[in-house]
């Protein structure tokens, strides 16, 4: 093992020790809100029932062994009023997963300067370094996305909240360097499409815009609308809505009026937002899903 492989897991310990501390500490302020009330749309259960699930969110850091895929999380929106100290250790346990993140991503990122162990097998060599980390530490199904999505927590009450379904499809404009290096990133690592690739290649530098407009998938996210007392003020705010929104109030305060998030997203086609109504109606290099901007709009 390199020096330097040593020194990142070293850090790793480190940083995964304070956010494992940081949620031992937040589980501790959960039980001590214990009459504070709490509301989960997909748990159908009494108070006790919904304080542990609100506990075991908190404590979600590996994937399920009932199948689920790679890369998705679990998500459940609702509503967890609680004291200013649970509030406070909500902030310090936010700091720890974003630390933990940028750690797991530092070590990804250096991966290919390392020298890596001959005592590695076969399979862990197929797995980045920060998954072999992750899987030493005691954590082989760890996932990223679920433990070190940041909680929202609020320091002033709720006074009602709507959920819904929003729908977002993001586009980002490219210049000809970017597109350049995009196609040969590509290049590199499919060999088995060179031949379309090339063909993009040539297609790309057939035309001398300036810039490019990639289209990406359209997203759909759990969103809550709030409306909350901020120093007096009460004011409308957005959040996501994937963990139950925390927010600071008296205990015993009933829940406020809330608007439960459909089961499905309503069965409409995503439309782009009109300063993005600019490009062509297909896609000039599918490979990369990159869109010529229409005449008037070109440089």
């Known amino acids: 093992m390199s020096s330097k492989e ?15 501390e940081s949620h031992n500490e937040l589980i501790a302020c959960l039980n001590d809100d214990a009459a504070y009330s709490a509301w989960i749309q997909q748990i159908d259960g009494d108070h006790a029932a919904t304080r542990n699930m609100l506990k075991s969110i908190v404590l979600s850091w590996s994937y399920t062994d009932d199948g689920q895929e790679p890369g998705t999380t679990l998500q459940y929106n609702g509503l967890a009023p609680c004291s200013m100290s649970t509030y406070l250790t909500l902030n310090k346990v936010n700091e720890c997963r974003d630390l933990l993140h940028k750690q797991l991503m ?12 001959d005592l590695e097998d076969e399979d862990d060599n197929r797995d980045r370094l920060s998954k072999r980390a992750m899987t030493r530490l005691g954590y082989p199904r760890f996932n990223r996305r679920q433990a070190c999505r940041k909680f929202i927590a609020l320091p002033y009450p709720v006074l009602s909240a709507g959920f819904f379904w929003n729908r977002y499809r ?21 060999w088995a499409e060179h031949d379309a690739i090339y063909y993009e290649l040539e297609r790309f530098y057939a035309i001398d815009d300036e810039y490019l407009v990639q289209v990406f998938p359209e997203s759909i996210h759990r969103r809550v609308n709030l409306y909350v007392n901020q120093d007096g003020v009460e ?5 996501y809505a994937h963990t139950p929104t925390f927010y600071v109030c008296t205990p015993n305060v009933p829940l406020p009026p809330k608007t439960l ?3 499905q997203p309503a069965a409409k086609e995503c ?25 008037k709009h070109r440089k």
């Not at 004011?235 to 959040?239: D, L, N, S």
Request: glycine share 2%; with cysteine; aromatic share 4%.
């Open 170 to 190: 993001k586009t980002i404009k490219l210049d000809r360097a970017e597109v350049q290096a995009r196609l040969d990133k590509l290049l590199q690592r499919s």
């Open 6 to 20: 040593s020194e990142l897991k070293a850090e790793l310990l480190a940083v995964f020790t304070a956010f494992r």
């Open 106 to 117: 530092k070590m990804d990122l250096l991966e290919g300067e390392l020298e890596i162990s």
């Open 271 to 295: 439309r782009l937002a009109k300063r993005n109504i600019t490009i062509e109606c297909e896609p000039y290099l599918p490979l990369l899903n990159l869109y010529r901007l229409l005449p």
């Open 235 to 239: 004011k409308r705010i957005q959040r």
């Open 261 to 263: 998030l459909p089961d």
